[in-house]
């Protein structure tokens, strides 16, 4: 069972423009919801995160939408660039127990053509 | 300030044989995870531990374990290998600032077995 659905699977991109990516939750748990950005062969690195009392978050060209009512979070990248071709994972993370752990999506590999 | 520091990088392994994959961060974080990461699924998590002495499943952990041998280290051992687990696993520690959580993930083993 998928508790973080992320859509689309793959994306491509002209240079300099938006790039969105989507996700929906099913566990009302959930307290942070982040985006990782991993490059090939390397591990996953924290981009951009959003608790759910925020409707919005913007960090330079990425901005996390937020929809409780709704269940979903989307990732938009603004004047994307060939730099931003990357492998974007949603993720979503309730406190269970002492530890917290993270559920992410699938991924969606984006690529940016000049 | 090497992060968190996984190995082997590759490995491959016959069915049926053991090993055991490493991990050690140097943040001094409580909190550490093993993911595998596979195509169109994501990063699912294998097992995580909260602090030293302390481990816990996550959605799938069936033909593995973990040892957290004390806050730096935390290793993952196939007893048994199976092509199924075929993947590349991630090491992640975790650590909570205020109303900000950041996973660090190390670089990846890339296992296959056959």
């Known amino acids: 069972q998928q508790q973080v659905k992320q859509s689309p699977q793959s994306l491509i991109v002209q240079k300099g423009g938006i790039s969105i990516i989507n996700c929906a939750y099913e566990?009302?748990?959930?307290?942070?919801f982040p985006w990782y950005q991993q490059f090939p062969g390397k591990g996953p690195a924290l981009l951009i995160a959003?608790?759910?009392?925020?409707s919005e978050k913007k960090e330079g060209r990425f901005t996390i939408s937020f929809n409780k009512s709704a269940k979903q979070f989307s990732l938009h990248i603004m004047d994307s660039q060939p730099g931003d071709s990357a492998t974007y994972f949603c993720?979503?993370?309730?406190?269970?127990?002492?530890?917290?752990?993270?559920?992410f999506g699938t991924g969606t590999r984006l690529q940016v053509t000049l | 300030n090497a992060g968190v520091t996984q190995t082997p990088k590759f490995q491959v392994l016959k069915t049926g044989q053991s090993m055991t994959l490493q991990c050690a961060q140097d943040?001094?974080?409580?909190?550490m995870y093993w993911y595998r990461q596979d195509p169109g699924m994501g990063l699912r998590l294998i097992y995580y531990?909260?602090?030293?002495?302390?481990?816990d499943k996550g959605e799938v952990p069936n033909g593995y374990n973990v040892s957290r041998l004390n806050k730096r280290e935390f290793s993952l051992r196939l007893e048994s290998a199976a092509p199924s687990q075929t993947s590349v696993y991630f090491c992640?520690?975790?650590?909570?600032?205020?109303?900000?959580?950041?996973?660090?993930f190390g670089q990846g083993t890339r296992l296959t077995v056959v």
């Open positions: 993720a979503a993370s309730v406190m269970s127990g002492t530890a917290s752990k993270l559920t």
């Open positions: 943040m001094n974080h409580n909190s």
């Open positions: 531990s909260a602090s030293e002495g302390t481990t």
């Open positions: 566990n009302t748990a959930f307290d942070y």
């Open positions: 959003i608790r759910p009392d925020v």
């Open positions: 992640a520690s975790r650590i909570t600032r205020g109303e900000n959580t950041e996973a660090f």
